[in-house]
């Protein structure tokens, strides 16, 4: 019940394109959603986040879409580019308190011109 | 704004012997830190979260005598591999929640840990 289900394990985008990951989670007690992105050999760095009360939040290119029912959230990159190459993992946790971050398993997304 | 520094980035030592990697929050007080593990290709994997002043709760598989956590100020955490052996080689990252924060967790740029 503690998991979060990541698809795809990998994709190829077009420069210019609109690059779509999903995410699934059971856990209704999850109130928490970020995305991270990596680059090889560093850490993760804090994309975009939501919380269960809105259905979408949009930052830059980036855009999280949240289906509270389905128990299913998303990330968008809108015009992507070869600079967002990276390995993008989806998360979730619970309240204050209990902050753990259940990660998702990763995407690599890779992005050609 | 919030940056999470590692020390050191890599580190080679012989096996047997222990080594320490700092965690410090820059530019914010962490009541909570958290110390994960990632394998190449794989996802991150929590090991143990602490709170500045008390001892580190440990997720389930992960030895507490082995990898020994401090967090003695708001703003630094320690993890200790004692004893290392090949097999605890891997990439180890930490993260800090900024207390003012509601669930935000801020990575470091992760440690490099080879065991020959």
């Known amino acids: 019940q503690q998991q979060v289900k990541q698809s795809p394990q990998s994709l190829i985008v077009q420069k210019g394109g609109i690059s779509i990951i999903n995410c699934a989670y059971e856990n209704t007690a999850f109130d928490y959603f970020p995305w991270y992105q990596q680059f090889p050999g560093k850490g993760p760095a804090l994309l975009i986040a939501?919380?269960?009360?809105?259905s979408e939040k949009k930052e830059g290119r980036f855009t999280i879409s949240f289906n509270k029912s389905a128990k299913q959230f998303s990330l968008h990159i809108m015009d992507s580019q070869p600079g967002d190459s990276a390995t993008y993992f989806c998360?979730?946790?619970?309240?204050?308190?209990?902050?753990?971050?259940?990660f998702g398993t990763g995407t690599r997304l890779t992005i050609i011109p | 704004g919030a940056v999470v520094s590692q020390h050191p980035s890599w580190v080679i030592c012989k096996s047997g012997t222990s080594v320490k990697i700092e965690c410090r929050s820059l530019d914010f007080q962490a009541t909570t830190m958290f110390w994960y593990r990632q394998f190449p290709k794989q996802s991150l994997m929590l090991m143990a979260t602490s709170n500045e002043g008390s001892k580190a709760t440990y997720e389930q598989g992960v030895e507490k005598d082995k990898f020994l956590i401090n967090h003695a100020s708001l703003t630094l955490s320690t993890l200790t591999v004692t004893s290392a052996h090949p097999e605890d080689s891997s990439f180890y990252i930490c993260s800090a929640r900024d207390r003012g924060s509601y669930n935000e967790q801020f990575f470091g740029p992760g440690t490099r840990l080879t065991v020959l």
């Open positions: 939501i919380r269960p009360d809105v």
């Open positions: 998360a979730a946790s619970m309240g204050f308190g209990n902050e753990k971050l259940t």
